[in-house]
């Protein structure tokens, strides 16, 4: 199916997963592997760029992946750094806006520095928002939200009753963004590993055992075309 004739999501969701197991079938350092990853990631912005998706949301550091060694978490963090320059140039090319969520504070201040610049530099954009997650977690993003939501209480700006869905949604780091239609998921897991956990709360799931490094257009334009095929109820009824 081309993807001239699919309705695309407006918002896709991808937990990007197996950059080890790549790496480890090559006999190459597991870093090897997220250097391939985050080639993998530039591209897919490119891609949904030009598919003309909406929001893009990649999750590419836990809130959990700080258990990993020392060596592996310092690597990811060098990628990330370097990737922060290139994604800028990436994303002025492609008329792309860029945000990350998750908790940032846990970061060195020059990569803090480069995602603010990253933000501030493309917040004009008027393309893909490609939403980045490093040290986000779903659980974090809840509990970050609700203190939040407690401390606007407890000043007396908002009370315990007018604590609405809509004003939850409002306190994560996604708020104004819409829920994602469509989550993906590489090298064959089924989990959610602590991903948008208020927001997936109608997404159609789609599972591939490729492994991320190896995700491409054609991947994509493989899960547009799964999501095409769902019926979303929504928890109503449909007429077939
Ligand atoms: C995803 O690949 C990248 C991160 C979670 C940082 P993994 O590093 O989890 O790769 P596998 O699951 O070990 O193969
Ligand atoms: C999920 O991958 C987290 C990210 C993709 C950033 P993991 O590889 O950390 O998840 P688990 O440990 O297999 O659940
Ligand atoms: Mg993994």
Redesign the pocket.
């Known amino acids: 199916m081309s993807s001239e004739t699919q309705n695309v999501p407006r918002h896709v969701a991808i937990?990007?997963?197996g950059n080890g197991r790549w790496a480890r079938e090559r006999g190459l350092p597991r870093t090897a592997g997220h250097k391939e990853g985050c080639r993998a990631v530039e591209q897919t912005v490119e891609d949904a760029a030009r598919l003309g998706i909406e929001y893009l949301t990649v999750?590419?550091?836990?809130t959990?992946?700080w258990k990993r060694s020392a060596e592996e978490v310092s690597a990811l963090m060098q990628l990330f750094r370097y990737y922060a320059k290139r994604l800028l140039v990436i994303a002025k090319k492609n008329n792309v806006r860029v945000k990350m969520i998750g908790e940032r504070s846990a970061f060195a201040q020059d990569l803090q520095d480069a995602i603010r610049a990253l933000e501030e530099e493309t917040a004009q954009n008027t393309g893909l928002t490609f939403l980045f997650a490093v040290n986000y977690g779903g659980r974090d993003e809840i509990v970050r939200a609700v203190r939040r939501i407690g401390a606007e209480c407890a000043q007396g700006m908002t009370a315990p009753a007018d604590i609405t869905e809509d004003v939850i949604a409002a306190h994560l780091d996604t708020a104004g963004v819409p829920d994602p239609d469509l989550l993906i998921r590489t090298s064959g897991?089924q989990?959610l590993?602590n991903?948008l956990l208020w927001q997936l709360a109608y997404a159609e799931f789609y599972f591939t055992d490729i492994y991320w490094p190896d995700f491409d257009r054609q991947e994509l334009e493989r899960a547009i075309a799964y999501y095409n095929g769902r019926d979303r109820r929504y928890g109503g009824v449909k007429d077939v």
Not at 59 to 62: E, M, V
Request: aromatic share 24%; hydrophobic share 40%; charged share 30%.
């Open positions: 937990i990007l997963d999750y590419a550091f836990s959990e992946n897991e989990r590993s991903f």
